[in-house]
């Protein structure tokens, strides 16, 4: 399975979905899945187990999670920057 949804408690939906990349040396046990919500992406990596079960623990995986993007130092876009600011 490649995308499910849920609903968290704080009533925001979020899709989650399965990324192509995998740290190198872990394809065979881990998923990478991407959180994304109407405001925010965010991205964790998670052993298989966890993810291919019946009920994933949503809520435990979207706490272990990170902005996307930052593991590679880069911010969110900044809406209403010009380059002048």
Known sequence: MTSREFFFHQ????????RESVRR???DTHVTL???SDHETRVVS???EEWETRNPDFPSL????????ASHHIGPPLSGRTEEQ
């Not at 979207?62 to 993007?69: D, E, F, I, N, P």
């Open 11 to 18: 009533g925001q939906t979020w899709f989650v979905r399965t």
């Open 25 to 27: 040396g872990e394809t």
């Open 34 to 36: 991407e959180f994304v």
């Open 46 to 48: 998670c052993l298989r």
């Open 62 to 69: 979207l706490a272990r999670s990170v902005a996307s993007g």
